[in-house]
């Protein structure tokens, strides 16, 4: 069930515009020169998305003075070559306004620039990263509360019953599930274990000698004609995924990524390894690595652990990623439909929910899916810091449809929360260097918290009303 002509959706000029466009928020020492490329139309939103996928990847979202570099190979092929950009940052009621001019001086100066907007906000503790402080607020405080103690024992007591109440262990995950019950929680609200405490441990030995059954049978072949593309993709794709966590850059991690990543394209042949499938399979590591890491999970050595932990660890993220996957595949299946659907079904919310802001992208000609394909295609990872996304997903998991259909609502609601600094932008240059640079080093659970209950309220204005947002 592909659209037989996808053009219709989007036709080759928008296409042509937003490539040009995304290009022109780039900071140059992102991208190639430009002599050194003819320019190409993109012909599908297949190509457009291939294209524009990485292009995005200049990755501030765990530490204030650094940006990833972009590898050469995944920078899109078409580059406007008689449209040079001048970024000049200046500082003005703290907020940073960006000017453009055409054929002009490229500023060096621009990549750290980018980030004096975060800098001017008002200074609050830097949190650690990653899930030791998972169950902080912004303000870094770990102590247990009477409240957090007493929801730790609801958990417990749900987790512990011969049949676990999936729809009450659902009720108390919604607003967060507690560092120790994450693990088994997860792996409960996946799908992943069953509900009968007696047949877990039979379950689980099971899936995860079937996974190392999968490894054997399949892994060899990445080496072959038919598979070595993927594999290359995958091999490349994977340092960038969190490079500024210490944790993956491990080769001992790196390698459980590859093997993970790899398994799950060949045994998915309609939608293949698409980029962005690679930052899923993080939130599930972490929490299940956490499981056996007290302290500084982060700058944890994963080879330090007995053989068999590793592996468990890797089975058991393979399957939830795979129960995950299940439920979003024509995101990523040929052209993408599902991000496309998604990225409309997002402009006609907010067309609905807030007119001003719509309007105002209209009027600078800012496309919803230069910013909102990476909100769809890689769930919001990249835009909020790792410990954010770990919370998010305790209620993605606790939500029938978390992951397909609440997340629209909760990007709606993650737009929306960025409506003055939206509005306070001058030009498209600076609208598209907020949307792809939000502000988010400083989040945790007290933001997250609101950000999703804003979204339950989207939804229940919304969801059972579509024509509330439909034309």
Not at 145 to 159: A, H, W
Not at 426 to 447: A, C, K, S, Y
């Amino acid at each position: 069930g592909h659209p037989a002509n996808l053009t219709q959706l989007i036709p080759v000029e928008r296409l042509q515009h937003l490539v040009e466009s995304t290009w022109a928020s780039i900071p140059v020492e992102h991208t190639p020169k430009a002599n050194n490329l003819k320019s190409k139309k993109a012909s599908s939103f297949h190509e457009f998305a291939r294209s524009t996928n990485d292009a995005w990847d200049i990755d501030d979202e765990e530490d204030e003075d650094f940006l990833a570099p972009i590898h050469p190979s995944s920078l899109p092929p078409t580059l406007p070559s008689t449209h040079q950009v001048r970024l000049q940052h200046e500082e003005a009621n703290g907020r940073v306004v960006v000017k453009s001019s055409s054929e002009a001086q490229l500023n060096t100066n621009t990549v750290r620039s980018t980030l004096q907007k975060q800098q001017s906000l008002p200074v609050r503790p830097i949190i650690p990263l990653v899930a030791r402080i998972s169950d902080q607020n912004s303000s870094g405080a770990p102590i247990m509360t009477v409240r957090d103690k007493s929801r730790l024992d609801k958990f417990k007591y749900l987790l512990s019953c011969p049949n676990t109440d999936l729809e009450e262990l659902r009720k108390h995950s919604w607003s967060g599930i507690p560092r120790e019950v994450r693990p088994i929680t997860w792996r409960l609200l996946s799908g992943y274990l069953p509900v009968n405490m007696e047949r877990r441990d039979l379950v689980l030995k099971r899936k995860r000698d079937e996974y190392f059954g999968f490894i054997e049978q399949y892994y060899h072949s990445r080496t072959d004609e038919t598979y070595k593309d993927t594999y290359r993709q995958i091999h490349i794709d994977i340092p960038r995924t969190n490079p500024l966590i210490p944790l993956f850059q491990q080769p001992a991690v790196q390698e459980v990524f590859e093997r993970i990543l790899f398994i799950w394209a060949i045994r998915h042949p309609a939608s293949g390894y698409v980029q962005g499938i690679n930052d899923l399979v993080t939130p599930f590591f972490v929490v299940f690595l956490s499981e056996f890491v007290e302290e500084d999970v982060e700058n944890f050595d994963v080879a330090s652990l007995p053989l068999d932990t590793q592996r468990n660890i890797e089975a058991d993220s393979f399957w939830c990623m795979t129960k995950l996957l299940d439920g979003i595949q024509d995101n990523y299946t040929f052209a993408q439909p599902g991000i496309q659907n998604k990225v409309k079904a997002l402009e006609e919310l907010v067309s609905r929910i807030d007119e001003d802001i719509h309007n105002y992208f209209k009027r600078y000609e800012v496309e919803y899916l230069q910013f909102a394909f990476r909100w769809m295609n890689n769930l919001l990872m990249r835009e909020l810091p790792l410990r954010c996304t770990i919370r998010l997903w305790d209620t993605y998991q606790a939500e029938q449809e978390g992951f397909s259909h609440f997340h629209l609502y909760v990007c709606a609601a993650f737009l929306i929360e960025w409506r003055k600094e939206i509005l306070s932008m001058v030009d498209f240059q600076g609208l598209l260097m907020l949307l792809q640079n939000l502000p988010t080093i400083h989040w945790g659970n007290e933001e997250v918290g609101l950000l999703l209950a804003e979204a339950y309220r989207l939804k229940y204005m919304f969801a059972d009303a579509p024509n509330h947002y439909k034309r």
